[in-house]
């Protein structure tokens, strides 16, 4: 099965920026919407982005404006691009298929967002 591999995340200030980059180990060619998860303590996993086959993206409303998520099939990556991010934003952030995450979650980045 695709294994996947999280990084890019790390400590920031608010009004700052990060990139987390996604690496599958096989191919997410076939693999129609891969999306962008976060999970904070305390609080159940949420979707905060999700890029279809086509490109067609869909953000969470608590993000919109703020991250794009970017997808290479060839390189089998997805990317997320966050700017001016929040204190609130601080989670460890996942990829994974979405809307639903199918395959195995890997160990996640975590990004924290200091005020």
């Known amino acids: 099965q695709v294994r996947l591999v999280e990084s890019g995340g790390g400590l920031v200030q608010a009004g700052g920026s990060l990139r987390l980059s996604c690496a599958a180990s096989g191919s997410t060619f076939s693999i129609n919407a891969m999306g962008w998860y976060r999970q904070a303590p305390g609080k159940q996993r949420e979707l905060v982005a999700l890029i279809v086959r086509g490109g067609s993206t869909n953000y969470a409303d608590s993000v919109k404006g703020r991250f794009t998520i970017s997808r290479d099939s060839a390189k089998n990556t997805v990317d997320l691009q966050m700017r001016s991010l929040k204190p609130e934003d601080t989670a460890v952030y996942h990829c994974?298929?979405?809307?639903?995450?199918?395959?195995?979650w890997g160990q996640g980045t975590q990004v924290t967002v200091s005020s």
């Open positions: 994974n298929t979405a809307p639903v995450g199918a395959l195995n």
